[in-house]
């Protein structure tokens, strides 16, 4: 009974967060009936379980560490969204994992052997990992494009500092400007216009997306009158749903990724 119910919350966590993940990759979305579904069935389910089966037999112990996990989850994704780091839907999901999955599930086994034992925090840092990873795709597609274009990277962006530049290496790449228009990216760069009409390329480095539209109206102004190139910088912006829900899959079946790591340096 204990391992079917530890399987409950795990299998929720995931069939919410993939369909989280689904949501917002297609409509950059999140139905907040997701979170009023997924937030009181995990807490049912995990609250069964403890009631049941308390950690090292002690329901009081038990019960205070679920709300020491669950209120420092809390704390921690209000911190990221106030501090703009996090999106609303992730906060969310944050912290219904902390209600589903406050603790490391008895039935999992990761490889490495070892799970905090506040585990949404190891979901999150897996997550981030797994986003961090994610910029080597960008840069080798650069270097790509460099080889078989022949062309610079940074045409019209020659006052740009380097470390502008770099960061556009990292976190995105050009594509041309008709197929940014129906696209879910977000452009990395802007267009500013003269008095004299001419038009000036910059690099957006933290694109919001309430300016996306007025940047891109500029964008096919310019490329149309022939004012800059039609390649434009942009980037994928992955929801973080969508590394959080890898985040989750590697903690289950691998472990925390950030002890793996410092573990082997030391």
């Given amino acids: ?29 999140v139905s907040n009936m997701v979170w009023v579904f997924f937030g009181p069935i995990g807490l049912a389910l995990t609250l069964a379980q403890f009631l049941i089966y308390p950690l090292r037999g002690d329901l009081l112990q038990t019960l205070l560490f679920y709300g020491v ?11 990221l969204f106030y501090a703009g780091a996090f999106g609303g839907a992730d906060a969310k999901a944050l912290m219904c994992l902390s209600l ?11 490889v490495s052997g070892y799970l905090p034992e506040i585990f ?18 960008a840069l080798f597609r650069n270097i790509g494009q460099r080889k078989r274009s022949g062309k610079k990277l940074f045409e019209g962006h020659e006052d740009e500092s380097k ?18 228009v129906d696209s879910f990216l977000y452009p990395l760069e802007d267009v500013e216009f003269s008095k004299e009409g001419d038009a000036k390329r910059k690099l957006v480095l933290f694109p919001k997306d309430e300016s996306r539209e007025a940047i891109l ?13 039609k390649m434009v910088w942009v980037t994928p912006g992955l929801p973080m749903l969508v590394f959080l829900t890898m985040g989750l899959v590697l903690a289950l079946t691998l472990g925390d990724v950030v002890w793996i790591i410092v573990s082997n340096l030391l």
């Fill in 1 to 29: 009974m204990e391992e079917a119910l530890s399987m409950a919350r795990v299998a929720i966590s995931l069939v919410f967060l993939f369909y989280s993940a689904w949501s917002d990759l297609k409509t950059r979305e």
């Fill in 69 to 79: 996990s669950v209120g420092f989850t809390t704390a921690f994704s209000f911190v």
């Fill in 100 to 110: 589903a999955l406050p603790v490391p599930p008895r039935v999992v086994n990761p």
């Fill in 120 to 137: 949404p925090i190891a979901i999150f840092s897996n997550g981030v990992i797994i986003a961090a990873v994610s910029v080597f795709y």
């Fill in 163 to 180: 470390v502008r530049k770099l960061l556009a290496l990292l976190c995105g790449y050009k594509i041309p400007a008709d197929e940014l």
């Fill in 217 to 229: 109206s500029r964008i096919v102004k310019a490329e149309s009158e022939g004012k800059i190139d």
